[in-house]
T-cell receptor
Framework: ELKVEQNPLFLSMQEGKNYTIYCNYSTTSDRLYWYRQDPGKSLESLFVLLSNGAVKQEGRLMASLDTKARLSTLHITAAVHDLSATYFCAVDPAYSGAGSYQLTFGKGTKLSVIP | DTGVSQDPRHKITKRGQNVTFRCDPISEHNRLYWYRQTLGQGPEFLTYFQNEAQLEKSRLLSDRFSAERPKGSFSTLEIQRTEQGDSAMYLC???????????FGQGTRLTVV
């Protein structure tokens, strides 16, 4: 069974600081996704990482994927209050040879950026 | 609006009642997914359709749950004899290329009292 673990689960940080969220997963996969969810809202796609070594950046967020270590990171640079949300990583096992179509999500990291 | 649409947005039902949710995917998307999300957890996969064919079901999808996608367009998710443990947000997503670039709807929040 594919397991996806995120840490930390809760993160409180001051505006202007940097921090990294980690996503470890238990099976081989070349595809990993990051989503953002605001309270009571649905999921917004942030990044799609398609291969080992992939790095994508959008504004103050940068995501990377190391398939050999089975690790993805979401780095936040100079945090601002608007980044407060829950961030999920999700692994696509279809590319592990498992033949499944489902995404497996981590439990999420609830980020609070304090002014 | 060309996004994934779900109806209703909120549903409160008494235990033991049946409920049905609807999902209208983005019109050109042939792949449709249902997920369930409980408070403080990530979404959990329920089922997947490619066109009208239901190709995968999670073990979470007990006999009380059934999903359909007639004609490969909209989909419905029915829960029979609801239980308090069914209280959750039910999310629908659609895409053209598997989970890649799947777009999620706003969800239906179910509360079973």
């Amino acid at each position: 069974e594919l397991k996806v673990e995120q840490n930390p689960l809760f993160l409180s940080m001051q505006e202007g600081k940097n921090y990294t969220i980690y996503c470890n997963y238990s099976t081989t996969s070349d595809r990993l996704y990051w989503y953002r969810q605001d309270p009571g809202k649905s999921l917004e796609s942030l990044f799609v990482l398609l291969s080992n070594g992939a790095v994508k950046q959008e504004g103050r967020l940068m995501a990377s994927l190391d398939t050999k270590a089975r690790l993805s990171t979401l780095h936040i640079t100079a945090a601002v209050h608007d980044l407060s949300a829950t961030y999920f990583c999700a692994v696509d096992p279809a590319y592990s040879g498992a033949g499944s179509y489902q995404l497996t999500f981590g439990k999420g990291t609830k980020l609070s950026v304090i002014p | 609006d060309t996004g994934v649409s779900q109806d209703p947005r909120h549903k409160i039902t008494k235990r033991g009642q049946n409920v049905t949710f609807r999902c209208d995917p983005i019109s050109e998307h042939n792949r449709l997914y249902w997920y369930r999300q409980t408070l403080g957890q990530g979404p959990e996969f329920l089922t997947y359709f490619q066109n009208e064919a239901q190709l995968e079901k999670s073990r979470l999808l007990s006999d009380r749950f059934s999903a359909e996608r007639p004609k490969g367009s909209f989909s419905t998710l029915e829960i029979q004899r609801t239980e308090q443990g069914d209280s959750a947000m039910y999310l629908c997503a659609s895409s053209n290329r598997g989970p890649l670039e799947a777009f999620f709807g706003q969800g239906t929040r179910l509360t079973v009292v």
